[in-house]
């Protein structure tokens, strides 16, 4: 009998530490909504290894990656092309002041260093003012308590900075779990900014980062996670990048370590481009702006309008030659064509009270100045045409007209820099100021 008790023991024991085993290794499927467009990801994680396969997002496949916490590294694999890229988490210079810690027992500043200098250095400073806040809400979420957490970074160059010349923030509102044993981390600076190949090289040009933290909380695994990222030095000039992480499906079941391992047969390349398709952000942006006038077109308008619609009258936008008014009317059309609105193209005041509108709407763009190419964010974008996008400083107003008695039913003012082809750039800023607009319509 005690033979067989031990046997039984010896067998829950096993069973155990299966269990304890296997709840280490997770599958978890995501959503992950950038600009409108949304791509699906399955992540895998076993101990103290995360492995990330990416649908495609605009075209282009992505790379997978491995994160190795266990050896401070990730690594970046393309199953088409058999090649493999090594990052190391830690490549720059990095000092950290705790903003929390009274003045006399602040730690003195660590720098860290991934390779000696061999030529002389030159650059700025990076300051990155990190904050994160536990808000003290919890719920359950596929059986684990998860916290909400926000965070805020700010990245300020200093005006002799080579990886970044506008001022950058980066917002976090999520939903975040302990794995058990997976522990990366947390890295406080961006990762170096890839320069564009009509840039001129730095080899010697390297910036300082230091990063000032502050509040209580730590972050973890999201699974639900809303980053909001914020360009440019002032509120008229800033342009804004949302994304939204959902997660779809979680499980625990058992993984193949070879999963988080450089698989063999691979050739490591010591240039991260090579793993990348190249992406055509000028076609790109066109076929968005073919597909918009498409559905526009088969959209018809009634002469006749129904009861509860409320109907704008929009005239070809005012400019100069740099851009093509029929386009930039047509999206107009597009921005006031919301809910219980509905906006048509016209050539006049007449033509708009022949349609029955209720209000007419003016737009003017008075200055069109075209700036450098597009920086920050948008320059980390991997083998991009450089030639396909530009910067533009745009000015302008747009003016709801109420049909019935001639009042003025509101001005916009158009004031920014936006992205693209000057007409994809002219497009942004009215449908920018077109949407503050279309809230008055009542």
């Not at 030659?321 to 029929?326: H, I």
């Amino acid at each position: 009998m005690k033979k067989v008790l031990l046997q039984i023991l010896s067998v829950c024991i096993v069973l155990i530490s299966s269990a304890e085993l296997s709840a280490q290794e997770y599958k978890i499927r995501q959503s992950t909504s950038v600009m409108g467009m949304k791509m699906e990801s399955t992540v895998f994680v076993k101990g103290m290894r995360k492995r990330t396969e990416s649908g495609a997002m605009m075209g282009m496949s992505q790379p997978i990656t491995i994160e190795q916490c266990d050896l401070q590294r990730t690594i970046k694999i393309n199953d088409k092309k058999k090649l493999y890229y090594i990052d190391s988490f830690y490549k720059v210079r990095e000092e950290i002041i705790d903003e929390d810690e009274p003045a006399n027992k602040k730690p003195a500043s660590v720098v860290k260093e991934k390779t000696p200098k061999t030529t002389p250095e030159k650059g700025g400073v990076i300051t990155i003012y990190y904050s994160i806040r536990d808000t003290g809400e919890r719920k359950k979420m596929y059986g684990l308590t998860a916290r909400h957490v926000w965070t805020t970074q700010k990245m300020k160059p200093s005006a002799d900075a080579c990886m970044m010349k506008d001022s950058m923030v980066v917002k976090t509102d999520g939903w975040y779990i302990d794995l058990p044993k997976f522990n990366c981390p947390v890295r406080y600076r961006p990762q170096q900014l890839q320069r564009q190949p009509d840039e001129k090289p730095l080899p010697d040009c390297q910036d300082r980062f230091v990063t000032r933290r502050s509040g209580k909380g730590k972050l973890g695994f999201p699974l639900i996670e809303t980053t909001t990222i914020m360009m440019g030095g002032q509120a008229a000039t800033t342009m804004e990048f949302k994304t939204d992480v959902e997660t779809l499906d979680f499980s625990m079941e058992k993984l193949d370590s070879m999963l988080f391992e450089i698989p063999p047969g691979y050739t490591e390349t010591k240039n991260e481009d090579d793993l990348m398709d190249k992406m055509d952000m000028g076609g790109m942006l066109d076929e968005v702006m073919n597909k918009a006038k498409k559905q526009l077109k088969e959209k018809s308008v009634s002469d006749e309008k129904a009861p509860d619609m409320i109907r704008v009258g929009v005239l070809p936008p005012k400019g100069d030659e740099q851009v093509q008014p029929a386009e930039l009317q047509t999206m107009l059309v597009g921005t006031f064509t919301t809910g219980n609105i509905e906006a048509i193209a016209v050539s006049s005041a007449e033509e708009a009270k022949t349609m029955k509108c209720d209000y007419l709407l003016n737009s003017e763009l008075s200055k069109i100045k075209s700036g450098s190419k597009v920086g920050g964010l948008l320059k980390a974008i991997k083998n991009t045409d450089p030639n396909a996008l530009s910067s533009f400083t745009i000015e302008g107003s747009m003016q709801l007209t109420k049909l019935a008695d001639g009042s003025n039913a509101g001005t916009q003012k158009i004031d920014g820099k936006y992205e693209g082809k000057v007409n994809d750039a002219a497009g942004k800023a009215l449908d920018n100021s077109g949407q503050k607009l279309v809230q008055k319509i009542k």
